[in-house]
């Protein structure tokens, strides 16, 4: 069993840059692949970026590439969330979350029926 809780959402203006924390109870963080999405009001929840359990692979949605950088630091049982260049259409709610999909399969996913276990989520407000 894991348990997330996120950290770091507020109000930002366009082009600014938040950094957003998402610490995991338990003994195993290291094993878990660890996930972002987002979902915005009316909106289904959508894939923002994931890091493997090893931290050596990432992969982005596309309109995020360039602006946000996923990292992880196994001492702190933390992942992170590194946004930059923030745009109003990054307003949402964001959550972490982590599976062991790729110790089991072999390659990370971004779908988010396939991450067992969430947290919270933050609100990410970004002004124009």
């Known amino acids: 069993q894991v348990q997330l809780v996120e950290s770091g959402g507020g109000l930002v203006q366009a082009g600014g840059s938040l950094r957003l924390s998402c610490v995991a109870s338990?003994?195993?963080?290291?094993?878990?692949?660890m996930g972002w999405f987002r979902q915005a009001p009316g909106k289904e929840r959508e894939f923002v970026g994931t890091?493997?359990?090893?931290?050596?692979?990432?992969y982005y949605e596309d309109s995020v590439k360039g602006r946000f950088t996923i990292s992880r630091d196994g001492a702190k049982n933390t992942v992170y969330l590194q946004m930059n260049s923030l745009k109003p259409e990054d307003t949402a709610v964001y959550f972490c979350?982590?599976?062991?999909?790729?110790?089991?399969?072999?390659?990370?996913?971004?779908?988010?029926?396939?991450?067992?276990?969430w947290g919270q989520g933050t609100q990410v407000t970004v002004s124009s």
């Open positions: 979350a982590a599976d062991r999909y790729s110790r089991t399969y072999g390659y990370i996913s971004a779908a988010a029926r396939d991450y067992a276990y």
């Open positions: 890091i493997n359990w090893s931290g050596l692979n990432t």
């Open positions: 338990g003994r195993t963080f290291s094993s878990y692949d």
